[in-house]
């Protein structure tokens, strides 16, 4: 986990120091809104539900080529689960802050898709029925989306996650697909 952290945090300074040098431009800048069907496995639950978690912040496309950009911002996203053991659920969710490292490949200035992983930082958790226990306050999802505005001041973000690492004792396979609306500032 920290040599993936120390070859993410070498590439985006990397990427920064070279954007530093050459011509960057940006565009849509926006505030995003939206929420995510989350989902994840733990040990012994007879089954594991969809759970329906927010995501809120802002994001921006760095452009370092015209078809070629770094998407990153500031998040507060939720990762919620909900389980059943024989008749007795338990829910919770654990919140972050996220600062994307997404790299888009952008069709026009207003859509494009990207690829990449996220820095997200605990900030809490919160269980009925349960206690989330030794959670980790760093993880790195990575996330695969598109990104597009339908009119000047809105579009919309649609995305798949997937954290490869465990989030707590017995939570696992963190996956979620969602969608944020954005309010665009172009």
């Given amino acids: ?11 985006l300074i ?4 070279t954007a530093a040098v050459a011509e960057v431009s940006y565009s849509m800048p926006a505030l995003e809104a939206g929420f995510k069907w989350n989902s994840m496995d733990t040990n012994g639950a007879t089954s594991s539900k969809q759970n329906v978690g927010i995501q ?19 998040f507060y996203s939720e990762r ?24 888009m490949f952008k069709f026009e200035d207003y859509a494009g898709i990207y690829l990449g992983p996220s820095l997200s930082m605990k900030l809490g958790d919160d269980c009925t ?14 996330t695969f989306g598109a990104q597009f505005k339908f009119t000047p001041n809105l579009g919309l973000n649609l995305f798949f996650e997937t954290v490869p690492t465990d989030l707590a004792l017995g939570l696992k396979n963190s996956r979620g697909i969602g969608m944020n609306l954005l309010l665009a500032f172009d």
């Fill in 1 to 11: 986990m920290k040599k993936m952290t120390l070859v993410l945090i070498a590439t």
């Fill in 14 to 17: 990397t990427v920064l120091s």
């Fill in 56 to 74: 809120l912040g802002g994001s921006t496309v760095f452009n370092f080529a015209p078809q070629f950009g770094l998407r990153t911002g500031l």
């Fill in 80 to 103: 919620s689960f909900k389980f059943d053991f024989s008749g007795i659920e338990q829910s919770g969710k654990i919140s972050y802050a996220e600062v994307p490292v997404h790299f």
């Fill in 129 to 142: 029925n349960c206690t989330v226990t030794d959670a980790k306050s760093m993880i790195l999802p990575i």
